[in-house]
């Protein structure tokens, strides 16, 4: 189970009197739990990918607490990232290794036996149905192909929770298609804890036991997408999310350099 609660995060952008600060993450609570998919919706900017990279423990947030499993991430981020697999939107795949290398290699960083990480690759490999792969390297992979390899890689260890980080971005149907199928068996064969971020609806509307709407660095919404629907009245989840997301104007994000706070 991952628990998020008053997580902020800001950055500096450019330099000297140019400088600002931007609070891309402003107050993001969320819960997501075993056995369910949660979803983290929202517009390009609204602060999903750093929301993630921060529960990763990929950057260290200003303010906010993180639990993975009832460990607090600030204080041991190395037992919290044991219990994660992370599929960052950059796939970072070894383009000279094969595959199976890209796999294994990551499995031995883990801390698994060579062993062991040879039979979990195997049985990722009939998971992900990625036999045909195993043995090609990795460089001239299709974008598919190589979502199904970094997944593998994410998922060696066996990790409780899952991570994915806007999945389906240049997949195209069939991928798409697989990676959803994927994802289900985790959640309903092996109870997993997955938390993905998307823009997309339909990936909502397909997959998600629960939803996260971020907008403008917060969270302003979380149920399913039953109940968000009837929170707005809407039938169409498109427009309840509208009506959620854009439901007041928008603070100001930015202030002069010289006025930020220090992170904690």
């Known amino acids: 189970m991952i628990e998020v609660q008053g997580l902020r995060r800001r ?3 450019g330099r000297g009197a140019r400088a600002r600060v931007v609070q891309a993450v402003d107050g993001v609570d969320f819960v997501a739990r075993n056995g369910c998919i949660t979803g983290l919706l929202g517009s390009n900017g609204a602060g999903k990918t750093t929301t ?3 529960v990763a423990t990929l950057l260290a947030p200003d303010a906010g607490q993180i639990r993975i499993d009832g460990i607090d991430a600030l204080r041991a981020p190395a037992a919290a990232l ?20 890209n796999i294994v290699y ?9 062993a062991t990480a040879q039979a979990r690759t195997q049985t990722l ?5 990625l036999h045909a792969l195993l043995d090609r390297r990795t460089e001239g992979f299709s974008q598919g192909e190589r979502m199904k390899t970094a997944l593998a890689r994410a ?47 339909q990936e909502v ?25 009837a929170r707005t009245g809407r039938t169409d989840f498109e427009q309840a999310f509208v009506d959620l997301a854009f439901a007041e104007p928008s ?6 350099a010289d006025h930020r706070r220090p992170a904690r």
């Open 52 to 54: 993630l990279r921060m």
């Open 205 to 229: 509307e397909r997959l998600c036991d629960r939803v996260v709407v971020i907008a403008r660095g917060r969270t302003v919404a979380e149920d399913s997408v039953a109940e968000l629907c």
């Open 251 to 256: 603070p100001a994000l930015e202030m002069p």
């Open 106 to 114: 990551f499995a031995r960083l883990q801390g698994l036996s060579e």
């Open 11 to 13: 950055f500096v952008q």
């Open 155 to 201: 998922l060696v260890h066996d990790p409780p929770n899952i991570i994915l980080d806007e999945p389906t971005n240049g997949l195209d149907v069939m991928a798409t298609r697989a990676l959803r199928r994927t994802l289900q068996r985790l959640r309903d064969e092996e109870g997993k804890c997955i938390v993905f971020s998307t823009h997309v609806m």
């Open 125 to 129: 490999a009939q998971t992900l149905e």
């Open 82 to 101: 044991g219990r994660l697999g992370v599929l960052s939107d950059a796939r970072g795949l070894y383009p000279r290794l094969t595959a199976r290398e």
